[in-house]
Nanobody, 120 residues
Framework: QVQFVESGGGLVQPGGLLRLSCAAS????????MAWYRQAPGERRELFAHITSRGGPIYADSVKGRFTISRDTAENTVYLQMDSLKPEDTSGYYC??????????????WGQGDQITVSS
């Protein structure tokens, strides 16, 4: 079973930046779409960025122009560069994998995630 380990989160001021990493335990990037989700307390888990096996990134409107998803296939790692962070970006951040645009959901168990808090 593939496992994911997210890292790089923390406390940041509004307007600041962070870079999250997600390391997968197996080589799956060449087959599956990799995705970032986030979930705030009391909210549903939200898909906001994904990158297909062919490299095309897709973003939710809430992060478009501020966040950038990328991947290193050799390192089995997907990254999320987050710029111009806002308080509403405060959430737990998770990565996972699936097929195509992930309409069928994710393929693997969720990892621990990483908390990002945007506050002054």
């Amino acid at each position: 079973q593939v496992q994911f380990v997210e890292s790089g989160g923390g406390l940041v001021q509004p307007g600041g930046l962070l870079r999250l990493s997600c390391a997968a335990s197996e080589t799956i990037f060449i087959v599956y779409t990799m995705a970032w989700y986030r979930q705030a307390p009391g909210e549903r888990r939200e898909l906001f960025a994904h990158i297909t096996s062919r490299g095309g990134p897709i973003y939710a409107d809430s992060v478009k122009g501020r966040f950038t998803i990328s991947r290193d296939t050799a390192e089995n790692t997907v990254y999320l560069q987050m710029d111009s962070l806002k308080p509403e970006d405060t959430s737990g951040y998770y990565c996972n994998a699936g097929v195509g645009t992930l309409t069928a959901g994710v393929r693997y168990p969720w990892g621990q995630g990483d908390q990002i808090t945007v506050s002054s």
